[in-house]
Every structure is written in C-alpha cells, then in structure tokens.
C-alpha cells in the first residue's frame, strides 16, 4: 500500500483486518485492474461464499479507484496479497503473466490466469508443474468455454466435417501489443480442438497487420487426420462486432452465435430454382430447430468454477475442467500460427 496518505494507510489497515478474520469464506483477489481485471473485480463482490480481500495493480490510482467502488483493499505491489488469499484472478500484460502466477502458485494460491496462459509453451508447462508440485489449480481464462451456447455445442457436435469460425471487431488501442491469434483466434482454437476427436494433420495461415506491429488479421486453415477441415478467421480491423461459429455434418448445420448465446440446428434442407421469362428464382426449405441455452455470464460461470475446483482441491476434476495436454494444445498451435506469420510478416498498406 505505498504511496498512500496516512488517513487512507489506516482505513485500508481497518478493512484487511476485517477480512482476513472470516474464515468461513474463500479469500479472493485480483492482480492487474484494467479493462478485463475490472470484470474480474465486479463478479467477486457479487459471489456470496467470497471475502474479496483486495485488488494489486502498479498504478495505484486505478487500483485505489476500484478499490473504493468495491470497498476493499488497494496494493501497489501484488506481493502484499500474499498468505492473505486463497484463490486470484492475474489479469495482467501478458510478458508478466509467468512471473506473477509462478509466485502466486509457489505460495499455495489457486490461480485463475487470464489467456494466453504465456508466450512460451516452456514458461507454459512449468506453471503447470508448479501447481501440480503445490497441490493447487491452474485455470486458463478461456472464457468462451463457459458461454451457455459452447456448452450446448459439445453436447450436439458429434462428427464434425467442416467447421468455419468468425470473431471480427473493431481495433482498441489496449490489445496493441499482442497480436490477433493471441487476442482472439485463440478462444476458437481452443474451442475447435476440444470439439474435433482427432490429432491435427496440417496448418495453413496467413496474417496482416493493419493498426499495430502485430497482425490484426488472420486467417487459418487446420486439417485433421480424420478428414474433418476448421477455418478460422479472426480480425481487429472489422467495423462490425461478429462472433460466430458453424459446424457442418452429414446430417445438420449448427449454427452458434457467441454474442446472443444461441444454437440453431438446420435439417434436411432442400433447394431449387424456378425459371420463368421474368425471372430466376430460388427457393430452399429445411427444418430449423432452435436449442434452449440457459444464458448467464461466462466470466461469473469461469469464476465460479475456479473456487468450486479450490474447495474440492486440485486433484478434483471439476465440471468443465480442461486437461493439461489440451490447455498446452491450443497454445502450441497458436504459437506455431505466430511463428508462421513472423516468417512472411504482410503489412497492409492503403492504395
């Protein structure tokens, strides 16, 4: 709590005190309060089984200002959570997402870290290893997986043949230094990976950069063993807020919208033209079934999850748990996307 003025050094004292005292509920924090910390933030204070014991962020003043939103306790150094929780939600730039959840996991704090789990798959398996050494859990921030629709998906998605996934907005100045896959594509890979039952026989990609040094738009193309083809396309260079995903099988065409939440399944579908002097035109039919999602908030469900995995220790396989080998899967292959782009860099230039 540096940097603070006396009155406010005794009025967070005050409030430490009262918290830490509750033993009967979960001790919770937050470490990086930016754009996504804040929601962090917000759904802690709601859930009742939780004593949220304080946020940390480097810039004191925004740490103060949600601090009092919320009436906790600001830090300046997230070292000063330490032995004061048991579970924490790391929202921070991802260069320190290594350094901030091994010293939280090191000291026996269930971690919820915000994706990409690191920019390197070695940095990646050892947090892995820490907290598998620590006896505690490690859950990667794929908030998508917890979206009422993708729940819904796993359930009716059985031998997909073609999927085509599309996640487009506009460009916000605070993603600059991470590049599309790791901003967005990811949560499709993620998703992808874990609804295809076969190993990934090849990737094609192909990027450019728009806004930032990065590239903030990309399009890749994954086959798998079994036959079954994904397209991806993610982009901050979009004047128009998409995020969609459809799966084809012999029998249907699943179509799911992230944003709304909802699934609908088309069946036997038929088409034809009807050609006369004045004109062609087409007509198509199929049976349209629309699937009942039960719709809450995804970040609120991940949370949730997190301190259920907590409660039961991390040996218990919570609803929803995802294994190691697939949280390490998707990174890889988003890695393997960068490296590829890095290689042939395309910049888009205006004619």
């Known amino acids: 709590m540096s940097n603070l003025s006396r009155n406010r050094k005794e009025e967070y004292a005050h409030r430490e005190k009262r918290v830490v005292t509750d033993i009967n509920r979960i001790r919770a924090g937050v470490v990086g309060v930016g754009h996504m910390g804040s929601y962090h933030v917000g759904v802690y204070s709601e859930l009742f089984n939780v004593e949220f014991?304080?946020?940390?962020?480097?810039?004191?003043?925004?740490?103060?200002?949600?601090?009092?939103?919320?009436?906790?306790?600001?830090?300046?150094?997230?070292?000063?959570?330490?032995?004061?929780i048991d579970v924490v939600s790391i929202a921070v730039p991802t260069e320190l997402?290594?350094?901030?959840?091994?010293?939280?996991?090191?000291?026996?704090?269930?971690?919820?870290?915000?994706?990409?789990?690191?920019?390197n798959l070695d940095q990646a398996r050892k947090l892995f290893?820490?907290?598998?050494?620590?006896?505690?859990?490690?859950?990667?921030?794929?908030?998508?997986?917890?979206?009422?629709?993708?729940?819904?998906?796993?359930?009716?998605?059985?031998?997909?043949?073609f999927i085509e996934s599309r996640r487009l907005g506009p460009y916000v100045e605070r993603v600059k230094d991470d590049d599309v896959v790791l901003?967005?594509?990811?949560?499709?890979?993620?998703?992808?990976?874990n609804l295809v039952d076969s190993k990934v026989k090849e990737?094609?990609?192909?990027?450019v950069s728009v806004f930032s040094n990065h590239e903030d738009l990309a399009n890749i193309q994954i086959s798998f063993e079994n036959g079954c083809i994904a397209n991806?396309?993610?982009?901050?260079?979009?004047?128009q807020k998409i995020r969609t995903m459809a799966v084809t099988q012999k029998d249907a065409y699943i179509f799911l919208d992230?944003?709304?939440?909802?699934?609908?399944?088309?069946?036997?579908?038929?088409?034809?033209?009807?050609?006369?002097?004045?004109?062609?035109?087409?007509k198509q039919e199929s049976f349209i079934e629309r699937i009942f999602v039960h719709k809450d908030n995804p970040l609120k469900l991940e949370i949730k999850h997190l301190i259920e995995c907590a409660l039961n220790n991390a040996n218990h396989h919570a609803e929803n748990s995802v294994s190691i080998e697939k949280e390490l899967q998707s990174l890889e292959l988003a890695l393997t996307v960068i490296d590829t782009f890095k290689k042939n860099r395309i910049e888009f230039k205006e004619s």
């Open 53 to 84: 014991v304080g946020v940390a962020d480097t810039d004191i003043n925004k740490a103060e200002n949600i601090a009092r939103k919320y009436n906790t306790v600001p830090y300046q150094d997230y070292k000063e959570l330490f032995g004061k």
């Open 183 to 193: 901003d967005l594509m990811i949560h499709d890979i993620d998703i992808i990976l």
């Open 203 to 207: 990737v094609s990609a192909k990027g």
């Open 129 to 161: 290893e820490i907290a598998k050494e620590k006896g505690v859990v490690l859950n990667i921030g794929h908030v998508e997986r917890f979206n009422g629709a993708v729940q819904e998906l796993k359930n009716i998605v059985s031998n997909p043949i």
């Open 97 to 119: 997402h290594y350094e901030v959840a091994a010293d939280f996991l090191n000291k026996g704090v269930h971690v919820l870290l915000e994706k990409p789990i690191t920019k």
């Open 258 to 282: 992230f944003t709304d939440q909802d699934i609908h399944i088309h069946r036997q579908a038929s088409s034809e033209h009807i050609l006369t002097k004045e004109e062609l035109r087409y």
């Open 232 to 239: 991806i396309t993610a982009s901050r260079a979009t004047q």
